[in-house]
């Protein structure tokens, strides 16, 4: 602001602006916190977002056997068995003190094998021996996933740890989920106008350059959201001899009685044998039914808009009603959505591309009900763990999360691909199915989609059991448990 010297001749004066903290001398939640929560799923799905363009571009454009195809993926899911809850309890495990938290020094390595261990699962090389196909894409997928866990599983586990308040942790589950939107957005929309020609067949070249532009912005994502997280929720410090030794078998244990992480997982798992399982199917839907590839992503996009529409209210609906009972009313929309893909007259034009898309938009809404409020749901789960057996495992309790989460972006593509093959599905016929094959990839995408909200449903409502009175003595209880320790 303008003062005047002792001159009498004026100077500007830039006024910082007090940061304001709370009473444990941390900066105070703010929109800060969750844009940069934001920024970390989004940095997350610039590796991830791929992963649905993978079974096209390997049976199509490689022209790997769909049948192999799906037994590789189903094999890379036990480096998967072993991966997430050996970082997971890697993580929980090391005591070491970091300059910036353990969590966001594993994040930060992670997010730098994530520059390009993206593109490694795309390497075009079309005319390599069938076995160079299998090493590629084997050892191609082992290491983004290796690296996208190390990432993956300290980002989830942050959640609990950046602040208690239930609306904190709703408002950055919410702005996680906008993270991850835009991060899917950006390939679903952009990338099927760059990477199918107008044959609607694949370009294996174009995919991987997408890929490492795509592992380059991740990255810088990822530095954006370290330098803006604050921890103030302290981890406890073991220095007691006498504590016990961490047991990876008895954190297993913990997480399968604790009814918030299984329920909560196992609507993830609905929720992604739908959208990764029929995603394959979705691209032949397009690319032979609807004739038109390149629209698939913008049609995909437009459903997609209820998410956004809700992110805002999701903060105060979450205080007023509580996160089990929205998500259980999100389950039920997109029950109903995908029952009517499966039995409303879904044609081969534009009528039919219509019902179709609004039938998606109700199921969005639904999903995008139950996505902006899972991962506050998984913090609640990592408290009631804490609750129940006294003890904070964050990293394994997230990462087994993580693992069923990963299993089913795995299996469910390796089962609808063997689905699709029995119903007639040849790779080598690329983007030029017949019509019969195409008809029926209609109705597989609609059966998928409705088995993935029917395990939705099951896993919010007749498992998870944090309803708003239950999760508000939760808190209660585990708030005086932890005063008085901070007392001893």
Known sequence: MPIINQTGVKEEVLVKKEIQLDEKGYRKFSIRDSFAYAAGDF????????????????????????????????????????????????????RRKYKHNKFLTYIFFGSLGLVVGGALCFIPWRSAPDIAKIIIFICGYVIWDAFYTIANVPYGSLLSLISKEPADRASLSAWRSVGALIGNILPMVILPILIYDSNNNIVGERVFIAALLMGILGFFAFQFMIRNTVIRVEEPIRLNEKCPKFNVFKAMGNFMRNRPAVGATLAAMGMFLGMQGAATAVVVLFQSYFQNARISGIVQFFAMLPIFLFTPLA??????????????????????????????????????????????LVNSLGMGIYSTVSWAMMGDAIDYNEWKNGVREEGVTYSLHSFFRKLAQGIGPAIALVI????????????????????????????????????QYVGLGLVYNLDKQKLAKMNEELDAVRAAAEKK
């Open 420 to 455: 699709m093959v029995g119903l007639g599905y040849v790779e080598a016929n690329e983007g030029n199915q017949t019509f019969e094959v195409a008809l029926r990839m209609r109705y597989l995408v609609a059966a998928l989609y409705t088995f993935s909200a029917i395990l």
């Open 315 to 360: 903060r105060k609906m979450v205080v007023k009603y509580g996160k089990k009972e929205l998500s259980v009313v999100g389950a039920l929309c997109s029950l109903v959505a995908c029952v009517g893909l499966l039995v409303l007259p879904i044609t081969p034009n534009m009528t039919g591309l219509i019902i179709y898309v609004l039938c998606q």
């Open 43 to 94: 940095g997350c799905n610039m590796s991830f977002a791929l992963k649905g363009t993978m079974a096209i571009f390997w049976t199509q454009y490689m022209q790997m056997d769909s049948i192999l195809y799906a037994l590789l993926l189903i094999v890379v899911q036990v480096w998967d068995a072993i991966n997430d809850p050996l970082i997971g309890s890697i993580v929980d495990a090391d």
